[in-house]
């Protein structure tokens, strides 16, 4: 994993190049969930490991799935599958935690597989269709959908991803403090 990081200029890499441009822009790390594929902003992306054991931690959600030591770093892990309310999978060679940076936050998540880092241009993302949100909880999490060739990706807003409740909760009404 240490020689794709690399290669995907994931590891101590400056994010410009010598003429000063962004060369992370428009640039986003791909994920197979599911039977879809999502995108995330490269420069959210820290690293790709293998897939390792994980510490659980009791009473948190079912999504979060415990904590990882990385290089003496505690670290949160999130099933990416299990925060969009898909079924569970068992874990195989191609499943891979991506650590990503939020906010100063960083967090691990499970993904079934990396796809590719896409080049996909401001003029390709549209926004995520209204029709049918309702039961699709992940689209919560989608702010874009990009095309790629024939193909489109679900872009991912990572602070949503990280940050926002349960969207189970949202249909909850808030319990008032007497």
């Known amino acids: 994993m240490d020689e794709t990081n690399r290669l995907l ?3 101590d890499e400056e994010n410009e190049s010598s ?23 490269i420069q959210y992306v820290q690293q790709i490991i293998q897939y ?3 510490t659980k931690i009791p009473e948190t959600e079912d999504y979060i799935k415990g904590l ?7 670290i949160p892990v999130v099933d ?5 309310k ?19 936050t960083t967090v691990g998540l499970i993904v079934e597989q990396i796809a590719e880092v896409a080049e996909i241009q401001e003029e390709n993302i549209l926004p995520p269709p209204t029709i049918g949100r309702a039961d699709k909880a992940h689209h919560k999490y989608v702010y874009g959908i990009g095309k790629v060739g024939t193909s489109v990706k679900l872009l991912l807003d990572p602070e949503k991803l990280l940050y ?4 189970a909760d949202a249909d909850q009404p808030k319990k008032s403090e007497e």
Request: aromatic content about 10%.
């Open 80 to 84: 990416v599958r299990l925060r969009f």
């Open 52 to 54: 390792q054991a994980v």
């Open 164 to 167: 926002d409740d349960d969207p």
């Open 19 to 41: 003429d000063g441009r962004d060369t992370q822009k428009g640039k986003y790390m791909t994920f197979k969930s599911g039977n879809e594929y999502f995108g995330l902003g």
């Open 68 to 74: 990882i030591n990385l290089r003496g770093r505690i």
């Open 9 to 11: 200029g994931l590891q």
């Open 86 to 104: 898909q079924g569970p999978c068992e874990y195989n060679d191609k499943t891979c935690i991506l650590v990503i940076n939020v906010k100063s």
